[in-house]
């Protein structure tokens, strides 16, 4: 029971010390191209820009909003796919009101089954 406890120790040790070897790669210095799968001055498109805003003053680091809506977001998906993975792309979108609305109606803290 000793000798399982020291292996456990020592690969614990040596695991802290990888930790520490560890460095996190520098964000590219290319401007973030963002995609949103809806048109423009909906709610995505706004919150997009004010992320660009908190990104561009916080980390001072460009983002570029792109509206690319169409085919229920796939075209916003496919134009995603076909960029390289390097951390210049990204897509997000938010939740509407009436989503979280319906949400809450199935989740209502006089249901217990969820």
Same mark, same amino acid.
């Given at each position: 029971?000793? /000798? /399982?406890?020291?292996?456990?120790? /020592? %690969?614990?040790?040596?695991?802290?010390?990888?930790?520490?070897?560890?460095?996190?790669?520098? %964000?590219?210095?290319?401007?973030?191209? &963002? /995609?949103?799968? %809806?048109?423009?001055?909906?709610?995505?498109?706004?919150?997009?820009? &004010?992320?660009?805003?908190?990104?561009?003053?916080?980390?001072?680091?460009?983002?570029?909003?792109?509206?690319?809506?169409?085919?229920?977001?796939?075209?916003?998906?496919?134009?995603?796919?076909? &960029?390289?993975?390097?951390?210049? &792309?990204?897509?997000?979108?938010?939740?509407?009101?009436?989503?979280?609305?319906? %949400?809450?109606?199935?989740?209502?803290?006089?249901?217990?089954?969820?």
């Amino acid at each position: 029971m000793k /000798i /399982i406890s020291g292996l456990r120790l /020592i %690969f614990l040790s040596l695991g802290l010390l990888a930790v520490g070897l560890v460095h996190a790669q520098p %964000f590219p210095g290319k401007t973030i191209q &963002y /995609i949103i799968p %809806f048109p423009a001055a909906g709610e995505s498109d706004l919150v997009a820009r &004010y992320q660009a805003e908190l990104s561009a003053k916080k980390y001072n680091q460009q983002m570029v909003v792109i509206n690319r809506a169409g085919a229920g977001g796939a075209l916003a998906w496919s134009q995603l796919n076909s &960029y390289p993975a390097d951390g210049t &792309y990204g897509s997000g979108c938010e939740y509407s009101a009436h989503h979280l609305a319906a %949400f809450a109606r199935r989740h209502s803290v006089q249901d217990r089954r969820y």
